[in-house]
């Protein structure tokens, strides 16, 4: 299936620690390593290795953090097509520390890049595409492009809500799926992506599928104001980087979305995906993972 992702790429620098340091300690690193990043980016490079033609829409900084970006998507045949190049700032980048005794990674994020906007998005032929996939940021741009892919009809369409952003949940009607994370929920006051999804799906179509992660406690996934889903079954027999697994979660819902599976395949594919990937360092070989192809 052809799929766009509209979001995000980033320089990634992720420092790996014994422990993750008390405020003022000075440790050493066990060892660092730069990457790509980046939700939308993270996302298409597991949904090509699961066979989908992928083509990832942002802006790139004129700099050499855009150069490695260009050249990790290209190793994993995401193509750049409606990347927007742009004069002036800095690629967007990210300080992980990751805590080796727990996989847990802390995150200090950059940006001095414009956002990707409606009139880039204008450019997009959406003719080409089965299925469209968005970041939640920069919301009054994002409402246009949302309304523009709902005019259309015909593709399917998931959006990301990783964190609260003033006037997000009026996007959520204009969706397919809807990923919502443990960060998001806590903020608004939910306890467990159960209450989350019981009170979010009275203001969507009974169609829409939502589903909300919450780390060692799984994952939960409802359409509309039908059945509650609940998945906890698969962990990672070693806890190495959870660096990422959001997204890989994304992407395995996308799939199982686009291959038609029932729904309590869906959440078990993307289950067990995130935690092939919570188990190990990056991405690669993520694809032929029981379950999910």
């Given at each position: 299936m052809r799929i766009l992702g509209v979001g995000t790429a980033t320089l990634d620098i992720i420092n790996s620690v014994a422990i993750y340091p008390s405020?003022?300690?000075?440790?050493?690193?066990?060892?660092?390593?730069?990457?790509?990043?980046?939700n939308a980016t993270n996302t298409l490079i597991v949904l090509s290795q699961?066979?989908?033609?992928?083509?990832?829409?942002?802006?790139?900084?004129?700099?050499t953090g855009?150069?490695?970006i260009s050249q990790d998507l290209n190793r994993f045949d995401v193509a750049m097509d409606h990347a927007v190049p742009l004069a002036g700032g800095h690629t967007p980048t990210s300080c992980v520390t990751l805590d080796l005794k727990t996989g847990s990674r802390t995150i200090v994020h950059f940006r001095d890049l414009a956002?990707?906007?409606?009139?880039?998005?204008?450019?997009?032929?959406?003719?080409?595409?089965?299925?469209?996939?968005?970041?939640?940021?920069?919301?009054?741009?994002?409402?246009?492009?949302?309304?523009?892919?709902?005019?259309?009809?015909?593709?399917?369409?998931?959006?990301?809500i990783e964190k609260p952003r003033a006037g997000i949940e009026q996007l959520f009607p204009m969706t397919s799926l809807l990923m919502f994370s443990r960060h998001y929920a806590r903020v608004r006051g939910f306890e467990d992506g159960a209450s989350l999804l019981s009170a979010v799906g009275r203001d969507v179509e009974e169609t829409t599928v939502m589903t909300c992660t919450w780390g060692k406690r799984g994952a939960w996934l409802r359409e509309g104001q039908g059945q509650l889903i609940h998945n906890h079954s698969h962990r990672a027999d070693v806890v190495l980087d959870s660096l990422g697994a959001g997204d890989v979660f994304n992407a395995g819902l996308i799939h199982g979305m686009l291959e038609k599976h029932t729904k309590i395949d869906v959440l078990d594919g993307a289950c067990r995906l995130a935690a092939r990937k919570v188990g190990q360092s990056g991405f690669e070989g993520l694809a032929g993972t029981s379950g999910v192809c």
């Amino acid at each position: 299936m052809r799929i766009l992702g509209v979001g995000t790429a980033t320089l990634d620098i992720i420092n790996s620690v014994a422990i993750y340091p008390s405020e003022d300690d000075e440790v050493r690193a066990l060892g660092q390593r730069i990457s790509r990043g980046g939700n939308a980016t993270n996302t298409l490079i597991v949904l090509s290795q699961l066979g989908h033609d992928c083509t990832w829409a942002g802006t790139v900084a004129d700099d050499t953090g855009s150069h490695l970006i260009s050249q990790d998507l290209n190793r994993f045949d995401v193509a750049m097509d409606h990347a927007v190049p742009l004069a002036g700032g800095h690629t967007p980048t990210s300080c992980v520390t990751l805590d080796l005794k727990t996989g847990s990674r802390t995150i200090v994020h950059f940006r001095d890049l414009a956002e990707y906007s409606f009139d880039n998005f204008t450019g997009v032929d959406l003719d080409r595409f089965d299925w469209i996939h968005f970041e939640g940021r920069n919301i009054p741009e994002l409402e246009k492009m949302l309304l523009r892919v709902r005019a259309r009809k015909g593709s399917g369409c998931s959006l990301e809500i990783e964190k609260p952003r003033a006037g997000i949940e009026q996007l959520f009607p204009m969706t397919s799926l809807l990923m919502f994370s443990r960060h998001y929920a806590r903020v608004r006051g939910f306890e467990d992506g159960a209450s989350l999804l019981s009170a979010v799906g009275r203001d969507v179509e009974e169609t829409t599928v939502m589903t909300c992660t919450w780390g060692k406690r799984g994952a939960w996934l409802r359409e509309g104001q039908g059945q509650l889903i609940h998945n906890h079954s698969h962990r990672a027999d070693v806890v190495l980087d959870s660096l990422g697994a959001g997204d890989v979660f994304n992407a395995g819902l996308i799939h199982g979305m686009l291959e038609k599976h029932t729904k309590i395949d869906v959440l078990d594919g993307a289950c067990r995906l995130a935690a092939r990937k919570v188990g190990q360092s990056g991405f690669e070989g993520l694809a032929g993972t029981s379950g999910v192809c």
